[in-house]
C-alpha cells in the first residue's frame, strides 16, 4: 500500500521495477480500523504467480472447492467467504466497485451486495450483513475489449470476513450458475464484433470452397463469371 494506486503496478516488494508487479491494497483504504471494504489488485499472470489463479473461480467447481480466502495483514487475522464473482469494466459508472471503501450506510452497503449479486457468475449461499467487513480481489479480465481494442475488462471476486464465533463451513452443494447475469454493454458489444467477424469468416470461406469446385469443373475464367453472377444474386 502506497499513496496511490499505480507505485506497485510494475514494482516488487522492494521497489524494484518488474514486469509482475505486486499485490497491493487500495490506497485509501484504512487497514488498522480496518475499512469497511479492503480491496487488494494484482496482475495475473501466465506462471500463477500474483492473482495468475484468480481466474479459476470462473468455474463454480473450482469455487465449490475453494470458497475461502485467507487474508491477514499487520493488524489482524481473518478467513472470508466468497459470496460473488464479478466480470465487469474498469471506472463503470454503474458499477463502480472499486470506490466502495467505507459505507455511509446500511442501506449504502445493502445496495452495493446487491449490485454484486445481480452481476455475479456464480449464485453463492453466503449471507451478508451490513456490519460485515468485505475483501475484494482485483485483477484483469480478457473477456472483452472496447472497440478501440483497450482491454478494460474486470475480473473481481468478492468476501464477507468470517464473523466471530462462526463456523468456516461454506454450502457450496448450494451454488448455482448465474444464467443470466448483469454484464457491460460493452460485453455485448464485443460478443456482437465477434460474431459478424465470425459470419464474414465463414462466408468468405464458403465463396473460396465454391469458386474452387467451380474452377475444377469450368476453368478458371468461366468460374469468375459465375462468380460475379453469383454475387450479383445474392
Request: proline share 3%.
Amino acid at each position: 500500500q502506497t499513496s496511490d494506486n499505480d507505485y506497485y503496478e510494475r514494482r516488487d516488494f522492494t521497489r524494484a521495477d518488474n514486469n509482475h508487479g505486486v499485490a497491493f491494497v487500495d490506497y485509501r483504504v484504512a487497514q488498522k480500523e480496518p475499512s469497511t471494504n479492503t480491496i487488494i489488485y494484482a496482475h495475473n499472470m501466465n506462471d500463477g504467480q500474483m492473482f495468475g489463479e484468480l481466474l479459476n473461480y470462473k468455474s463454480i467447481e473450482y469455487y465449490r472447492q475453494h470458497p475461502l480466502i485467507s487474508y491477514d495483514s499487520v493488524y489482524y487475522e481473518g478467513m472470508y467467504k466468497i459470496f460473488g464473482v464479478v466480470i465487469c469494466k474498469k471506472d463503470d459508472p454503474e458499477f463502480p466497485y472499486h470506490n466502495f471503501i467505507e459505507k455511509y450506510s446500511d442501506e449504502d452497503m445493502v445496495e452495493y451486495v446487491n449490485k454484486i449479486r445481480e452481476r455475479s457468475i456464480i449464485n453463492t449461499k453466503v449471507d451478508v450483513r451490513t456490519d460485515d467487513k468485505l475483501l475484494t480481489l482485483s485483477t484483469c479480465d480478457y473477456s472483452f475489449k472496447s472497440d478501440t481494442g483497450e482491454r478494460i475488462a474486470r475480473f473481481v471476486v468478492f468476501a464477507r470476513k468470517v464473523r466471530d464465533g462462526e463456523s468456516t463451513e461454506v454450502d457450496t452443494a448450494g451454488a448455482t450458475l448465474n444464467t443470466n447475469p448483469v454484464m457491460p454493454q460493452e460485453w455485448y458489444d464485443y460478443l456482437k464484433r465477434q460474431q459478424e467477424e465470425e459470419l464474414k469468416k465463414q462466408q468468405e470461406e464458403a465463396a473460396s470452397r465454391l469458386q474452387a469446385r467451380l474452377r475444377n469443373y469450368f476453368g478458371k475464367e468461366v468460374s469468375r463469371r459465375l462468380m460475379e453472377q453469383t454475387t450479383v444474386l445474392c
